[in-house]
């Protein structure tokens, strides 16, 4: 992997994906690559294609620029196929913003925008995968405990343990081993490019609630099978999370409040 430091000192990797990209919009292949190249910028992944490998006939320069403090400044084009429109949909770095780096041979396509992404014959979601990311999920005999707003919402004996890189580890419950009269179903849903689509539920208790903080995958990615229907809650907001008897250090991360 080749490995740039950005402007401001960021660690930025850049390698060629061994998988068949292909990317869907409309009836057309506007991107049909076995050469895509992985940026990753420390966060989620992005594919670059040459532009040989792109169907530029239905690119538009859009004359919208922006500033990259990793990368330069970015040119926009808005794809245009048939009756559809997708605005600023894709972009490139014409000038490259170092001799370690040269991007101008590429480009990217925002990932929400298009109508379907595939690694090889499968169709991907939310964005592509990281290949120095590892989940694994194991059954375990670990006494897990979870208290919210002054109540023990959740006890098991056996908990599904999720451990991904980069994140603190996930303890899935049964419903079995959950207060689900105190559970209160929301509309919030996200999506996971290694997991799937989760659904949300918030904790009330008397007139205080703690919203969204619990969430479960219905129909998880066949890798995560075992989660599914379990609820996991999230380990920075909860008011202590109990393994073993011992309670776990708040992590720090994304999701947490403060």
Known sequence: MKVFTGRNGEQIGFEQSPKWVRVRFGDANVAD?????????GGPPYYYFP??????????ASGRTE????????????????????????????EPVSDALDLSGFVAFDWDKMDA?????????????????????HQSRRHVRVVVLGETV?????????FETGLPTR?????????????????????????????????????????????YYRYPTNPMAKIATHMAF??????ALYVDGIEQPRPRTRWSLD
Do not use: Q
């Not at 532009?51 to 538009?60: G, H, P, R, S």
């Not at 090889?120 to 694994?136: M, N, S």
């Not at 959740?154 to 999720?162: G, R, T």
């Open 33 to 41: 690559s076995r050469r895509a190249h992985l940026l990753l910028p």
């Open 51 to 60: 532009w040989e490998d792109v169907l530029t006939d239905l690119l538009e």
């Open 67 to 94: 500033e990259s403090p990793l990368l330069g400044r970015a040119a926009y084009w808005d794809l245009r196929t048939g009756s559809r429109t997708a605005e600023s949909a894709a972009w490139s770095y014409p």
């Open 117 to 137: 992404w595939f690694e090889e014959a499968e169709e991907v979601f939310v964005h592509p995968h990281d290949p120095y990311k590892r989940l694994d999920v």
């Open 154 to 162: 959740a006890e098991s004996h056996s908990p599904i343990l999720l």
């Open 171 to 215: 303890y899935y419950l049964s419903k079995l081993d959950v207060r689900m009269d105190l559970l209160v179903p929301t509309d919030t849903v996200t999506g996971c490019a290694y997991k799937g689509e989760a659904n949300y539920y918030s904790v009330r208790i008397g007139d205080r609630t703690a919203r969204d903080i619990c969430w």
């Open 234 to 239: 999230f380990n920075e907001r909860v008011d």
